[in-house]
Protein backbone atom coordinates (compact mmCIF):
# COMPACT_ATOMS: atom_id res chain seq x y z
CA UNK A 1 0.00 0.00 0.00
CA UNK A 2 2.85 2.58 0.97
CA UNK A 3 4.58 1.87 -2.38
CA UNK A 4 1.08 2.10 -4.31
CA UNK A 5 0.44 5.53 -2.38
CA UNK A 6 4.01 7.12 -2.90
CA UNK A 7 3.93 5.98 -6.88
CA UNK A 8 0.48 7.36 -7.26
CA UNK A 9 1.15 10.85 -5.17
CA UNK A 10 4.46 11.07 -7.33
CA UNK A 11 3.15 10.16 -10.83
CA UNK A 12 -0.12 13.02 -10.07
CA UNK A 13 2.35 15.59 -8.33
CA UNK A 14 4.28 15.44 -10.86
CA UNK A 15 2.00 14.71 -13.89
CA UNK A 16 -1.08 16.57 -12.65
CA UNK A 17 -3.21 15.38 -15.89
CA UNK A 18 -3.21 11.62 -14.65
CA UNK A 19 -5.22 12.42 -11.64
CA UNK A 20 -7.22 15.74 -12.29
CA UNK A 21 -9.92 14.02 -14.85
CA UNK A 22 -11.29 12.63 -11.13
CA UNK A 23 -13.50 15.85 -9.86
CA UNK A 24 -12.79 16.89 -5.75
CA UNK A 25 -16.37 15.91 -5.30
CA UNK A 26 -15.49 12.45 -5.11
CA UNK A 27 -13.31 12.84 -1.83
CA UNK A 28 -16.38 12.54 0.67
CA UNK A 29 -18.09 9.32 -1.93
CA UNK A 30 -14.17 7.42 -1.95
CA UNK A 31 -14.13 8.04 1.84
CA UNK A 32 -17.50 6.98 2.51
CA UNK A 33 -16.30 3.55 0.66
CA UNK A 34 -13.38 3.17 2.94
CA UNK A 35 -15.55 3.71 5.99
CA UNK A 36 -18.47 1.31 4.27
CA UNK A 37 -15.33 -1.88 3.52
CA UNK A 38 -13.88 -0.65 7.67
CA UNK A 39 -17.71 -1.39 8.82
CA UNK A 40 -18.20 -5.03 7.03
CA UNK A 41 -15.41 -5.81 8.47
CA UNK A 42 -16.35 -4.97 11.92
CA UNK A 43 -18.97 -6.80 14.46
CA UNK A 44 -20.26 -5.37 17.76
CA UNK A 45 -18.00 -7.85 19.22
CA UNK A 46 -14.98 -5.55 18.62
CA UNK A 47 -16.03 -3.10 21.18
CA UNK A 48 -16.04 -5.52 23.73
CA UNK A 49 -12.52 -4.28 24.53
CA UNK A 50 -14.02 -1.01 25.24
CA UNK A 51 -15.67 -2.79 28.02
CA UNK A 52 -13.20 -5.47 28.94
CA UNK A 53 -10.29 -2.89 29.17
CA UNK A 54 -11.57 0.48 29.37
CA UNK A 55 -8.58 1.99 30.91
CA UNK A 56 -6.44 1.02 27.99
CA UNK A 57 -9.09 2.74 25.69
CA UNK A 58 -9.63 5.76 27.91
CA UNK A 59 -6.30 6.65 27.71
CA UNK A 60 -5.71 6.05 24.53
CA UNK A 61 -8.71 8.07 22.82
CA UNK A 62 -7.87 10.73 25.52
CA UNK A 63 -4.12 10.73 24.23
CA UNK A 64 -5.43 11.03 20.31
CA UNK A 65 -7.34 14.23 21.21
CA UNK A 66 -4.86 15.82 23.26
CA UNK A 67 -1.36 14.92 21.59
CA UNK A 68 -2.15 15.26 18.44
CA UNK A 69 -4.15 18.83 18.15
CA UNK A 70 -1.64 20.13 20.13
CA UNK A 71 1.05 19.13 18.36
CA UNK A 72 -0.23 20.24 15.22
CA UNK A 73 -1.06 23.68 16.41
CA UNK A 74 2.40 23.97 18.09
CA UNK A 75 4.32 22.93 14.96
CA UNK A 76 2.31 25.20 12.58
CA UNK A 77 3.00 27.86 15.04
CA UNK A 78 6.45 26.92 15.75
CA UNK A 79 7.38 27.01 11.72
CA UNK A 80 5.56 29.69 11.00
CA UNK A 81 2.90 28.25 8.67
CA UNK A 82 0.68 30.73 6.57
CA UNK A 83 -3.06 30.84 7.79
CA UNK A 84 -4.69 27.99 5.39
CA UNK A 85 -1.39 25.23 5.94
CA UNK A 86 -2.03 26.23 9.64
CA UNK A 87 -5.45 25.24 9.33
CA UNK A 88 -5.03 22.25 7.23
CA UNK A 89 -2.31 20.83 9.80
CA UNK A 90 -4.62 21.37 12.79
CA UNK A 91 -7.43 19.53 10.76
CA UNK A 92 -5.04 16.58 10.59
CA UNK A 93 -4.33 17.02 14.30
CA UNK A 94 -8.13 16.49 14.79
CA UNK A 95 -9.14 14.19 13.38
CA UNK A 96 -9.42 10.47 14.42
CA UNK A 97 -7.37 7.68 14.00
CA UNK A 98 -6.30 6.71 10.52
CA UNK A 99 -8.16 3.80 8.74
CA UNK A 100 -4.90 1.81 8.19
CA UNK A 101 -3.86 1.88 11.63
CA UNK A 102 -5.22 -1.75 12.64
CA UNK A 103 -3.78 -3.09 10.16
CA UNK A 104 -0.20 -1.27 10.82
CA UNK A 105 -0.87 -2.37 14.66
CA UNK A 106 -1.44 -6.10 13.50
CA UNK A 107 1.79 -6.23 11.40
CA UNK A 108 3.62 -4.47 14.44
CA UNK A 109 2.41 -7.52 16.39
CA UNK A 110 0.71 -5.17 18.46
CA UNK A 111 -2.50 -5.88 20.45
CA UNK A 112 -4.46 -5.25 17.53
CA UNK A 113 -7.92 -5.67 19.61
CA UNK A 114 -6.99 -2.56 21.51
CA UNK A 115 -6.47 -1.05 17.90
CA UNK A 116 -9.60 -1.65 16.98
CA UNK A 117 -11.08 -0.54 20.33
CA UNK A 118 -9.55 2.73 20.02
CA UNK A 119 -10.15 3.87 16.09
CA UNK A 120 -13.85 2.84 16.99
CA UNK A 121 -14.25 5.00 19.72
CA UNK A 122 -11.98 7.67 18.31
CA UNK A 123 -14.80 7.51 15.25
CA UNK A 124 -17.83 7.20 17.40
CA UNK A 125 -16.52 10.26 19.41
CA UNK A 126 -15.20 12.40 15.95
CA UNK A 127 -18.55 14.25 15.10
CA UNK A 128 -18.03 16.15 18.26
CA UNK A 129 -14.35 16.63 19.27
CA UNK A 130 -13.34 17.50 15.94
CA UNK A 131 -15.23 20.28 15.55
CA UNK A 132 -15.01 21.02 18.98
CA UNK A 133 -11.02 20.78 18.72
CA UNK A 134 -10.48 22.49 15.75
CA UNK A 135 -12.73 25.09 16.90
CA UNK A 136 -10.90 25.45 20.03
CA UNK A 137 -7.32 26.33 18.45
CA UNK A 138 -8.41 28.09 15.45
CA UNK A 139 -11.01 30.21 16.46
CA UNK A 140 -8.55 33.49 16.96
CA UNK A 141 -7.92 33.13 13.16
CA UNK A 142 -10.34 31.95 11.24
CA UNK A 143 -13.97 30.86 11.32
CA UNK A 144 -14.77 27.50 12.09
CA UNK A 145 -18.00 25.98 10.44
CA UNK A 146 -18.71 23.61 13.04
CA UNK A 147 -21.70 22.54 12.13
CA UNK A 148 -20.49 21.98 8.67
CA UNK A 149 -17.86 19.36 9.85
CA UNK A 150 -19.78 17.79 12.27
CA UNK A 151 -22.85 17.04 9.30
CA UNK A 152 -19.74 16.25 7.26
CA UNK A 153 -18.34 13.42 9.77
CA UNK A 154 -21.47 11.92 10.20
CA UNK A 155 -22.35 11.42 6.63
CA UNK A 156 -19.03 10.47 5.75
CA UNK A 157 -18.18 8.43 8.86
CA UNK A 158 -20.23 7.44 11.23
CA UNK A 159 -23.04 6.45 8.92
CA UNK A 160 -21.14 4.19 6.33
CA UNK A 161 -19.14 2.74 9.33
CA UNK A 162 -22.94 1.93 10.75
CA UNK A 163 -24.58 0.77 8.15
CA UNK A 164 -21.35 -1.89 7.40
CA UNK A 165 -21.59 -3.18 10.84
CA UNK A 166 -25.56 -3.85 10.11
CA UNK A 167 -25.40 -5.42 7.11
CA UNK A 168 -22.09 -7.34 8.29
CA UNK A 169 -24.56 -8.65 11.21
CA UNK A 170 -27.22 -9.61 9.18
CA UNK A 171 -25.50 -10.97 6.10
CA UNK A 172 -22.70 -12.10 7.85
CA UNK A 173 -21.89 -15.11 5.95
CA UNK A 174 -21.79 -13.24 2.71
CA UNK A 175 -19.65 -10.58 3.57
CA UNK A 176 -16.85 -12.83 5.08
CA UNK A 177 -16.66 -14.23 1.50
CA UNK A 178 -16.08 -10.74 0.59
CA UNK A 179 -13.56 -10.08 3.03
CA UNK A 180 -10.60 -10.94 1.11
CA UNK A 181 -11.20 -8.34 -1.85
CA UNK A 182 -12.16 -5.41 0.80
CA UNK A 183 -8.45 -4.09 0.89
CA UNK A 184 -8.01 -4.07 -2.22
CA UNK A 185 -11.26 -1.64 -2.36
CA UNK A 186 -10.28 0.43 0.05
CA UNK A 187 -6.68 0.46 -0.86
CA UNK A 188 -8.15 1.91 -4.18
CA UNK A 189 -10.17 4.22 -2.97
CA UNK A 190 -7.55 5.67 -0.91
CA UNK A 191 -5.15 5.96 -4.07
CA UNK A 192 -8.11 7.98 -5.75
CA UNK A 193 -8.27 10.24 -2.74
CA UNK A 194 -4.74 10.68 -2.89
CA UNK A 195 -4.32 11.25 -6.58
CA UNK A 196 -7.90 14.07 -6.36
CA UNK A 197 -5.69 15.76 -4.00
CA UNK A 198 -2.36 15.94 -5.19
CA UNK A 199 -3.12 16.15 -8.79
CA UNK A 200 -5.61 19.04 -7.63
CA UNK A 201 -2.61 20.77 -5.79
CA UNK A 202 0.24 19.98 -7.43
CA UNK A 203 1.28 23.78 -7.73
CA UNK A 204 0.77 24.57 -4.47
CA UNK A 205 2.11 21.52 -2.71
CA UNK A 206 5.69 22.40 -4.68
CA UNK A 207 4.82 25.96 -3.59
CA UNK A 208 4.91 25.55 -0.04
CA UNK A 209 8.65 24.22 0.17
CA UNK A 210 10.18 21.66 2.51
CA UNK A 211 8.06 23.56 5.24
CA UNK A 212 5.23 21.99 4.82
CA UNK A 213 6.84 18.18 4.67
CA UNK A 214 9.36 18.70 7.59
CA UNK A 215 5.97 19.98 9.75
CA UNK A 216 3.57 16.82 8.41
CA UNK A 217 6.36 13.97 8.89
CA UNK A 218 7.42 15.39 12.62
CA UNK A 219 3.36 15.45 13.29
CA UNK A 220 3.30 11.91 12.20
CA UNK A 221 7.00 11.01 13.83
CA UNK A 222 6.42 13.11 17.34
CA UNK A 223 2.77 10.97 17.40
CA UNK A 224 4.52 7.76 17.32
CA UNK A 225 6.81 9.03 20.18
CA UNK A 226 4.27 10.82 22.23
CA UNK A 227 1.89 7.55 21.85
CA UNK A 228 4.53 4.96 23.08
CA UNK A 229 5.86 6.78 25.62
CA UNK A 230 2.37 7.27 26.98
CA UNK A 231 2.22 3.37 27.04
CA UNK A 232 5.60 3.50 29.08
CA UNK A 233 3.89 5.89 31.53
CA UNK A 234 0.97 3.55 32.06
CA UNK A 235 2.97 0.84 32.41
CA UNK A 236 1.22 -0.97 29.27
CA UNK A 237 2.96 -4.57 27.92
CA UNK A 238 5.25 -4.13 24.83
CA UNK A 239 1.80 -4.97 22.25
CA UNK A 240 -0.26 -2.18 24.15
CA UNK A 241 1.97 0.22 23.52
CA UNK A 242 2.60 -0.52 20.12
CA UNK A 243 -1.10 -0.54 19.54
CA UNK A 244 -1.49 2.63 21.35
CA UNK A 245 1.74 4.68 19.37
CA UNK A 246 0.35 3.17 15.82
CA UNK A 247 -3.22 4.86 16.83
CA UNK A 248 -1.98 8.11 18.01
CA UNK A 249 0.56 8.93 15.01
CA UNK A 250 -1.52 7.69 12.25
CA UNK A 251 -4.24 10.21 11.47
CA UNK A 252 -7.43 9.60 9.11
CA UNK A 253 -5.77 12.39 6.47
CA UNK A 254 -8.42 11.51 3.81
CA UNK A 255 -11.26 13.33 6.27
CA UNK A 256 -9.46 16.04 6.96
CA UNK A 257 -8.79 16.59 3.55
CA UNK A 258 -13.19 16.13 3.18
CA UNK A 259 -13.18 18.79 6.01
CA UNK A 260 -10.92 21.25 4.52
CA UNK A 261 -12.75 21.44 1.40
CA UNK A 262 -16.73 21.40 2.99
CA UNK A 263 -15.79 23.16 6.22
CA UNK A 264 -12.84 26.07 4.80
CA UNK A 265 -13.85 26.33 1.02
CA UNK A 266 -12.26 29.80 0.81
CA UNK A 267 -8.86 28.43 1.83
CA UNK A 268 -7.71 25.73 -0.96
CA UNK A 269 -4.38 25.32 0.52
CA UNK A 270 -5.88 24.12 3.76
CA UNK A 271 -6.05 20.64 1.61
CA UNK A 272 -2.84 20.56 1.36
CA UNK A 273 -1.26 18.94 4.72
CA UNK A 274 -4.10 16.04 4.23
CA UNK A 275 -2.42 15.18 1.31
CA UNK A 276 0.86 15.32 2.26
CA UNK A 277 0.00 13.35 5.46
CA UNK A 278 -1.81 10.78 3.41
CA UNK A 279 1.05 9.70 1.43
CA UNK A 280 3.82 9.98 3.82
CA UNK A 281 2.15 7.72 7.27
CA UNK A 282 1.41 5.17 4.73
CA UNK A 283 5.16 5.29 4.16
CA UNK A 284 6.17 5.91 7.94
CA UNK A 285 3.63 3.48 8.85
CA UNK A 286 4.79 0.58 6.97
CA UNK A 287 8.79 0.68 8.05
CA UNK A 288 7.66 1.46 11.63
CA UNK A 289 5.64 -1.71 11.44
CA UNK A 290 9.15 -4.09 10.95
CA UNK A 291 10.52 -1.63 13.31
CA UNK A 292 8.21 -3.17 15.72
CA UNK A 293 8.45 -6.70 14.66
CA UNK A 294 12.27 -6.38 15.66
CA UNK A 295 11.57 -4.69 19.23
CA UNK A 296 9.27 -7.64 19.80
CA UNK A 297 11.43 -10.36 19.19
CA UNK A 298 14.56 -8.33 21.22
CA UNK A 299 12.15 -7.69 23.63
CA UNK A 300 11.33 -11.34 23.76
CA UNK A 301 14.71 -12.77 23.74
Known amino acids: ?10 LTLFVPKTGTWIETDWINYL ?9 LTMKLGDFAVVFKRPKDVTVGCIAQFVVMPALAYALGKIFGLSEEL ?7 GTCPGGTSSNVITYLSNGDTALSIGMTSVNTLLAPILTPALTYLYLRTSVDVDVKAMFISIIKVVVVPISLGILIN ?9 AKDALPL ?11 TVVSHNSEK ?30 KMD ?16 GLATSLATTAFKDMSMATVPGAIFSVWHNISGAV ?14
Open 1 to 10: MAVLVLIVAA
Open 31 to 39: LMVVMFGMG
Open 86 to 92: LVGVVLV
Open 169 to 177: KVFGKYTEK
Open 185 to 195: VSVTAICLIVA
Open 205 to 234: ILSTGAVIFAVVILHNLLGYLCGFLIGVIF
Open 238 to 253: MARKKAVSVEIGMQNS
Open 288 to 301: LAGVFRNLKEKTES
